[in-house]
């Protein structure tokens, strides 16, 4: 299994940016995804997650500015964010549990970096 993401980039603040990961491999169900940001000297942390029920969950930094989505028959998911702030300076990865036999297991994509700053 592999997540691809993609989409970060340099944006001034108060713009906007949209990221993308796709989960490919022998894939049974995708369970869940997410996406985590770390910052330089920071704690990886959860920015929000959706389930394939699709019920979501956001970090309160993010709460109101973001929105997550999934699209199930591409195993792919979004993160749309608005009046981005320097404080979302972050590397972002894609998070996600899939199963591939029995159990789920945790995967994680290599990360993309967004920059906000003028």
């Known amino acids: 299994v592999q997540l691809q993401a993609s989409g970060g980039g340099l944006v001034q603040p108060g713009g906007s940016l949209r990221l993308s990961c796709a989960a490919s491999?022998?894939?049974?169900?995708?369970?869940?995804m997410s996406w985590y940001r770390q910052a330089p000297g920071k704690q990886r942390e959860l920015v929000a997650s959706i389930n394939r029920d699709g019920i979501t969950n956001y970090a309160d930094s993010v709460k109101g500015r973001s929105a997550i989505s999934m699209n199930n028959a591409k195993n792919t998911v979004y993160l749309q964010m608005n009046s981005l702030k320097p404080e979302d300076t972050a590397v972002y990865y894609c998070?996600?549990?899939?199963?591939?036999?029995?159990?789920?297991?945790?995967?994680w994509g290599q990360g993309t970096q967004v920059t906000v700053s003028s």
């Open positions: 491999g022998s894939i049974a169900s995708v369970n869940a």
């Open positions: 998070n996600a549990r899939i199963r591939v036999g029995i159990r789920p297991d945790t995967y």
